[in-house]
């Protein structure tokens, strides 16, 4: 089993529609979960970071949290084609030096 | 403020060559971070380093490398290169802090022939 599991994809959703990406971990112990986007070519950068159950809105972004269940997710409202790219899912361990990444989950928004 | 910086961005090697990927950042930051991303398989933890003075192996730790030469620079060595290390290099720092994120550089796409 992965540490931190992501789908794969591609997901594909129309512009306007909300895209769900989902994410799951082994390490109980994880307290601090990350979403990156990486578009083709270039280097990660951050959308949200979250560490309390829940959730925790940004502008179009919401980040939900479930330590019981071991399941983070991104969801993206009113999806734009800027905002086709690979989505990874993040989890920094206790004692924060080491950080997990998934593999990435590829979405398409198409206009 | 540059953030984080790589070179080469493009290198080519024939196996069994050595090389040195640089990486530097100008945030006052203590922990560095070498990755390496392949098609699939996500960011991979090759070496961190949680101050200056320490290393620590990641998840792919064979075959590399590292150095901290100080704050700013964290340098990953292949020793003697395999086609299997052909991949995107990533170099990121991050600040003190359970939310503080990691700041990635533009990376280094290494092919070993």
């Known amino acids: 089993q992965k540490e931190v599991e992501q789908n794969s994809g591609p997901l594909s959703v129309p512009e306007g529609a909300i895209a769900s990406l989902n994410c799951t971990y082994s390490?109980?112990?994880?307290?601090?979960f990350f979403w990156y986007r990486q578009y083709s070519g270039k280097s990660p950068e951050l959308i949200m970071f979250?560490?309390?159950?829940g959730d925790k809105e940004d502008g179009r972004f919401t980040a939900q949290l479930n330590k019981a269940s071991q399941y983070v997710s991104l969801l993206i409202r009113d999806s734009q084609p800027s905002d086709s790219a690979t989505y990874l899912c993040?989890?920094?361990?206790?004692?924060?030096?080491?950080?997990?990444f998934g593999a990435g989950t590829r979405l398409f928004v198409k206009a | 403020n540059a953030g984080v910086t790589q070179t080469p961005k493009f290198q080519v090697l024939k196996t069994g060559q050595s090389m040195t990927l640089q990486c530097a950042q100008d945030m006052n930051h203590n922990s560095m971070y070498w990755y390496r991303q392949d098609p699939g398989m996500g960011l991979r933890l090759i070496y961190y380093?949680?101050?200056?003075?320490?290393?620590d192996k990641g998840e792919v730790p064979n075959g590399y490398n590292v150095s901290r030469l100080n704050k700013r620079e964290f340098s990953l060595r292949l020793e003697s290169a395999a086609p299997s290390q052909t991949s995107v290099y990533f170099c990121?720092?991050?600040?003190?802090?359970?939310?503080?994120?990691?700041?990635f550089g533009p990376g280094t796409r290494l092919t070993v022939l």
């Open positions: 993040a989890v920094n361990r206790g004692g924060g030096f080491k950080t997990i």
């Open positions: 380093s949680a101050s200056e003075g320490t290393t």
């Open positions: 390490d109980r112990g994880s307290q601090s």
């Open positions: 979250i560490y309390s159950n």
């Open positions: 990121a720092s991050r600040g003190v802090g359970r939310t503080d994120t990691q700041y």
